[in-house]
């Protein structure tokens, strides 16, 4: 069974709208509705391609999970279309930034601060993560035998990758996380082709609402 997402591949990929206004009948409900799907498909690689573009080429995020956490449910009524795009709950986070601690806050405008100076452990396990991803240390790796794991280079590169995500847990809430405003970026992209393409095909003015505030 398809998906949501396949869906809206299949249709963005039809070639719908390429013989839009060319037809002499009134465009069916069911090609209006075609429309919107597939806009809101579109939509949808928008938010994923700006979250993922944001860092050259790659997610913000150290788990990198974020993009493919996004997903869309709507629905439609006589003159009134509704989306709302589901995503992981730190969404709000990359979209907004964080305002960091002290006078080298670099995001003034952010609805969240960070409130301690200190990363925490689970902020300094998604860094070592983040440390081991992209090999910014060389990776010693403990051979096999009677000391095991506790060789001395392995504890000696543990240790070192433990001090570089504290060091950098720090300077992240010192100077805060910048905001990416993918959401907003992203609808601006497609909303005015959208409800004007919609509009015609009714032939009346119509309404969409757009959520991107449904946080899983």
Do not use: C
């Amino acid at each position: 069974m398809a998906t949501e997402a396949q869906r809206q591949q299949n249709l963005l990929n039809s070639g719908f709208l390429d013989n839009l206004g060319t037809q002499p009948e009134p465009v069916a409900l069911d090609n209006v509705e075609q429309i919107f799907v597939k806009h809101m498909g579109r939509l949808l690689e928008a938010l994923q391609r700006n979250l993922n573009t944001q860092k050259n080429g790659r997610e913000i995020s150290a788990s990198g999970t974020l993009s493919q956490s996004i997903r869309v449910e709507y629905t439609k009524g006589s003159a009134k279309y509704e989306a709302e795009f589901y995503m992981a709950s730190y969404a709000d986070y990359v979209d907004k930034g964080v305002q960091g601690i002290g006078p080298k806050n670099k995001n003034t405008t952010s609805p969240y601060k960070f409130k301690t100076a200190f990363p925490g452990k689970d902020m300094q396990k998604a860094l070592i993560l983040w440390v081991r991803q992209k090999s910014i240390l060389s990776d010693v790796t403990a051979p096999k035998g009677l000391r095991g794991k506790h060789t001395s280079g392995y504890l000696r590169n543990k240790v070192r990758r433990n001090d570089l995500a504290i060091a950098l847990g720090i300077g992240i809430k010192r100077h805060g996380i910048a905001a990416t405003n993918f959401k907003q970026v992203s609808i601006n992209e497609v909303l005015a082709d959208m409800t004007k393409e919609l509009a015609q095909a009714l032939a009346k003015d119509i309404v969409v609402n757009i959520n991107t505030e449904r946080l899983k």
